[in-house]
């Protein structure tokens, strides 16, 4: 380490020395021991740009394999690269100070280098003054492209190639720069986080970059790096801590409840017809839920009792109610929880649905976990979703339930259906109906047919789509 760490220092004091000695002679005529010793530092400054500007390159390209396998072999480092890269804001805040002190040296250093050079020769003096060419001018063209070819392309270019080796290389060097512009770096990383805290941007920025990560998802199914299904699975996350109950919660209307007293047979039915495994409990009305009663202690239930009865009479059984077999700890949320927040409570707590209550106190739709997987993933099908899948009737038609997502229709089938203050499909056809439409009743659209196949005095159950032009196929 220590000689490693002389070599640094030399350099570095060698580069301010030339640095300071070039800057000396600007005052004086311009001989050619002055021009030379412009050039050397003007080199010098323009390799550390260059190594600084790589050194980015590297420390972001990285095999984090192949530097814990250095550490391993003992490599003091490929301790120094960890150490550097698992703070990018340090890393870069180094490489960029770095850069851009080098890079003002340089700037300054060649722009005198190249003036005086011009101006040591009478005949290239006499040109620039005959064609009206001012020297700074040339010096500027010149110097810039020299650090943009030496100082920036060439050095990323070969850092970004050889990586890991020249990342371990000058690992001793970036680790004395760390040191020396470890105040500068801390000014520069946090200055714009305290300010962006004292005008309150934060919230702000956090919705920029969830802006910027649907972008990129958009951009990547465009290009066929990601799959649709990926595409939405992303935009759905990006999503989910923006969403409430209320959005996502089956309403009062389409859930399934026995009433306090239904015997073990009929609610044994009733799970069978609706190919639900838990289902509530309700006292008298309807919104006033009592338990929840879990299908599984049902049928436990009947057989513990047909075993104890060596008749085979079920006469008993029969007469078994869902009030000894409910569970009365019930989870009741408002309709503006966050969806997130109900998630973490469900997945920390003993319960798999919550019951979903207005300002009043009224329970107005239950959430289940998977309802809330669903928000991510995508639609979760089982078997009692069978009646829920969406039927293709001819090239040109489909059928589907009134609660199918107009979402998920425009991505399986490309239908185009327009969004607004609705989620399904039925909610699509009442709000251009601006009424309960009766079965048999038709809507045209720019380019469908709305059919209503099924309904009752208050939804609309199943929905038959035919396009006007075309075929409905899968996306």
């Known amino acids: 380490m220590v000689p490693h760490f002389l070599k640094v220092c030399i350099i570095l004091m060698c580069c301010f020395c030339l640095i300071g000695a070039a800057s000396g002679h600007l005052a004086e005529k311009t001989g050619i021991g002055e021009i030379l010793l412009l050039l050397l530092a003007t080199l010098m400054t323009l390799a550390m740009t260059g190594l600084y500007a790589g050194s980015e390159t590297a420390l972001v390209s990285v095999d984090k394999s192949f530097i814990n396998k250095s550490l391993a072999d003992g490599d003091e480092r ?35 280098l190249v003036v005086s050079i011009l101006s040591y020769s009478e005949v290239t ?28 392309i060439l050095p990323k270019t070969i850092f970004r190639a050889q990586a890991n080796n020249l990342a371990l290389r000058y690992a001793y060097y970036l680790r004395i720069s760390d040191i020396i512009f470890r105040p500068i770096v801390s000014v520069v990383t946090h200055l714009p986080r ?14 920029v970059r969830r802006d910027e990560l649907r972008l990129v998802a958009t951009i990547g199914e465009q290009s066929g790096t990601i799959g649709r299904g990926q595409r939405r699975m992303i935009h759905s996350a990006l999503d989910f801590q923006r969403q409430r109950v209320e959005e996502i919660m089956v309403p009062l209307v389409e ?39 879990n299908i599984l202690d049902a049928i436990y239930a009947k057989s513990q009792s047909l075993a104890n009865d060596h008749s085979g009479d079920r006469s008993t059984d029969s007469r078994r109610v869902v009030d000894e077999l409910m569970n009365t700890n019930l989870q009741f949320v408002p309709e503006s929880k966050p969806i997130h927040a109900l998630l973490q409570d469900l997945k920390s707590g003993p319960h798999t649905m919550a019951f979903v209550v207005d300002e009043y106190g009224g329970i107005v739709g239950l ?33 589907c339930d009134g609660r199918t997502e107009v979402d998920r229709l425009n991505e399986v089938f490309g239908l185009e259906i327009p969004t607004g203050d609705y989620e399904t499909i039925a909610g699509y ?47």
Do not use: C
């Not at 010149?142 to 030496?150: A, C, D, K, Q």
């Open 429 to 475: 056809l009442l709000d251009l109906e601006k009424t309960l439409p009766p079965i048999g009743a038709q809507v045209e659209t720019a380019f469908l047919f709305l059919t209503v196949a099924n309904a009752d005095v208050r939804t609309i159950r199943q929905i038959r789509i035919r396009k006007k032009s075309g075929q409905i196929q899968k996306q």
């Open 255 to 293: 859930m399934v409840a026995v009433e306090k007293g239904t015997s073990t047979d009929d609610l044994l039915k009733i799970s069978s017809e609706s190919g639900y495994s838990r289902i509530p409990v309700y006292d008298e009305r309807f919104f006033n839920i009592i338990g929840v009663v």
């Open 125 to 152: 003096a006499e040109l620039l003054q005959h064609w009206h060419i001012k020297p700074v001018l040339v010096a500027t063209v010149i110097t810039t492209s020299l650090i943009l070819v030496f100082a920036e």
């Open 367 to 399: 959430v289940t976990v998977e309802d809330l997987v669903e928000e991510i993933v995508g639609e979760l099908t089982d078997e009692r979703d069978s009646d829920h899948q969406i039927r293709q009737i001819s090239p040109n038609t489909i059928e």
């Open 78 to 112: 490929a301790k120094i690269v960890k150490t550097l890269t698992r703070s990018h804001n340090r890393m870069l805040g180094m490489t960029l100070v770095g850069t851009n002190i080098m890079h003002v040296a340089t700037s300054e250093l060649g722009l005198i």
């Open 194 to 207: 305290l300010l962006t805290q004292y005008v309150g941007q934060s919230q702000k920025n956090v919705n």
